[in-house]
Nanobody, 124 residues
Framework: VQLQASGGGLVQAGGSLRLSCEAS????????VGWFRQAPGKEREFVAA????????YYADSVKGRFTISRDNAENTVYLQMNSLKPEDTAVYSC??????????????????WGQGTLVTVSS
């Protein structure tokens, strides 16, 4: 599976962006998928995750109520709708499929097939 994140850009605080994570090479409809972000000088952190069926969704406390994760398995794409953006949301956002279940869904080590990220910059 190859993943490609897109949709990033420069936006003012309070604005919105919609990120896409498109898979190719193999369908990923059987996989749980996560979004993560990495700000300059910081470690990669969990943002949101969605079960393979789309039936369950999980969010970091910092984005709960502002971000929405969704997926369209027919299109092999997972989305991250980001509203009410804040300067502290500035980061490179990446998606990955969950390959391991021995640890927490927030643990980057549970994920693989990381796609190239997309930069989100929120100005104040």
């Amino acid at each position: 599976v190859q993943l490609q994140a897109s949709g990033g850009g420069l936006v003012q605080a309070g604005g919105s962006l919609r990120l896409s994570c498109e898979a190719s090479g193999r369908t990923f409809s059987n996989y749980d998928v996560g979004w993560f972000r990495q700000a300059p000088g910081k470690e990669r952190e969990f943002v949101a995750a969605i079960r393979w069926s789309g039936g369950s969704r999980y969010y970091a406390d910092s984005v709960k109520g502002r971000f929405t994760i969704s997926r369209d398995n027919a299109e092999n794409t997972v989305y991250l709708q980001m509203n009410s953006l804040k300067p502290e949301d500035t980061a490179v956002y990446s998606c990955a499929v969950r390959l391991g279940y021995s640890g927490a869904r927030t643990d980057t080590n549970q994920y693989g097939y990381w796609g190239q990220g997309t930069l989100v910059t929120v100005s104040s």
